[in-house]
């Protein structure tokens, strides 16, 4: 019988910042762009080129630091990984080993067993390599050095982590909370951030760490969490058969669903680490610090609480609202505008997402003003326009950010209130549909449905579906 076995898992997340140029020069960092045209000698590892630190990397990297409960490193310093390969142009990675700027901090996830805290061991500043793009039609690689010198964070878990679930729980909280601090758009399929895997299986109950492996290569949440069952099962199996795991780095293959050997894992001493002798140390006053705390924005968790103190919508709403930044400042806008919270609520879980999802755009992509959904609320609200009216002036604010008032006013939306013109043309659809009026009167109560659809269709959808309704029953 197999004993029962215990995962240890810990992470490497790699974020790209948001920064408008590189870590230490002054080239674009923006995604895309023709192969080797962000570049400069500073990026491309020219003899004699000279970094300079970019300042707003150490803000967002202070930012995050501060937001994951770290220690900051007042004095820290950069260091140069040596080795070689050919989307690194200098032959060494400009990064810190022995004095990182952020230490020892903690986020805290939710789990089935309650609240858990995943320890930070620290976060460091560095920058990205370039790209290799394999060209098979002509058999060769290609290097590509628009990403080399754009600007990362590291941020390096303790080994706290026991399930896949963890691990998602916890990307996700890193991933939200370094977005609304502005700091990365943190989007995996672009890869601005990036999460290799170490994972170690023990016995339950043991206290030492198993040999570890890491993943690489992960670039979606459902590939993470494949992958952790795919290599917990791999190191489980082999345990079994009385065979030792291999300290190793492993490429993921999605795909397949299987990991490869790529190369033994190296040590630190194997990169040769020492101080980078262009770089001046970096020194943090506490002036510096206290102003990067005093910018910080709220974040989610604190969002949740003030939402349920402040606003009557349901947690779900809340939960679902909070988990994009952009969805949450237009919620906030709106019901500062219109101050009814549950509608905005109800127009952005029903018809946003709907449009979200048939568009296939990401919530962060909205871009329709918060002023205009305001607008809507209120005209829906005080019944200017019925409900199938409201939905159709909505999609053309989701997708050309309309004015609804002026789109309603020139396409003649409004609700006909006119309670004799309504009234003559509920005559009129009773009149011509004999045999509804005796199916409705024989007691067949969907018949009236008919009659609603009907009048509706003769005042071109503009007429208000529960005074039509009233003057049906009034009049039959």
Request: with cysteine; proline share 5%; glycine share 6%.
């Amino acid at each position: 019988m197999s004993r029962q076995y215990e995962t240890v898992i810990g992470l490497e997340v790699h974020v790209e910042l948001a920064t408008k140029t590189k870590i230490f020069c002054g080239c674009s960092t923006e995604f895309g762009g023709a192969p080797n045209t962000h570049t400069c000698p500073v990026c491309t590892g020219m003899p004699g080129s000279l970094p300079v630190l970019n300042r707003q990397v150490v803000e967002y990297a202070l930012a995050v630091g501060l937001a994951a409960n770290c220690e900051i490193n007042q004095f820290c310093k950069f260091d140069r990984k040596n080795y070689f390969y050919p989307d690194n142009p200098q032959n060494y990675q400009i990064s810190q080993l022995y004095l990182p700027i952020c230490h020892d901090g903690w986020v805290e996830i939710d789990t089935p067993k309650g609240p858990k805290k995943v320890r930070i061991h620290e976060i460091h500043m560095e920058e990205d390599a370039g790209k290799l793009v394999h060209d098979e039609w002509e058999d060769c690689s290609l290097v590509d050095y628009n990403r080399s010198g754009v600007p990362l964070i590291e941020i390096v878990s303790e080994p706290d982590m026991r399930s896949a679930e963890e691990v998602i729980a916890y990307l996700d909280k890193l991933r939200l909370m370094i977005q609304y601090l502005g700091a990365s758009d943190c989007k995996l399929q672009e890869g601005s951030m990036r999460a290799d895997v170490n994972l170690s299986v023990r016995p339950v109950g043991s206290e030492n760490f198993g040999t570890r492996t890491e993943m690489k290569n992960l670039n979606s949440f459902k590939a993470i969490s494949r992958a952790i069952e795919g290599e917990r099962e791999r190191q489980i199996e082999l345990l079994e058969a009385g065979k030792e795991v291999i300290q190793e780095t492993r490429r993921w293959d999605d795909n397949k669903e299987a990991s490869y050997a790529m190369r033994s894992k190296e040590d630190a001493k194997d990169y040769r680490y020492f101080p980078d002798p262009d770089l001046p140390p970096v020194w943090i006053d506490d002036a510096w610090i206290e102003r990067v705390k005093a910018r910080q924005p709220e974040l989610r968790t604190e969002k949740l609480a003030r939402y349920k103190r402040e606003f009557d919508i349901p947690d779900y709403d809340a939960g679902i609202i909070t988990s994009s930044k952009r969805m949450a400042d237009i919620f906030e806008e709106a019901t500062a505008l219109c101050e009814k919270p549950k509608k905005v609520a109800n127009w952005l879980m029903v018809e946003t997402l709907r449009l979200l999802k048939e568009r296939g755009m990401e919530p962060e992509e909205l871009s329709f003003s918060p002023a205009n959904l305001a607008k809507l609320v209120e005209l829906a609200d005080a019944g200017t326009v019925n409900s199938t009216v409201a939905k159709e002036v909505f999609e053309k604010i989701f997708s050309e950010d309309v004015d609804p008032e002026v789109y309603v006013e020139k396409h003649g939306l409004k609700t006909v209130n006119d309670e004799g013109a309504l009234r003559k043309t509920v005559e009129e659809i009773i009149a011509a549909n004999p045999q509804s009026v005796a199916d409705y009167r024989g007691g067949k109560q969907k018949a009236i449905g008919f009659l609603v659809g009907q009048t509706m269709k003769a005042m071109k959808g503009k007429a208000d579906p529960g005074a039509v309704n009233r003057l049906l029953k009034e009049l039959l």
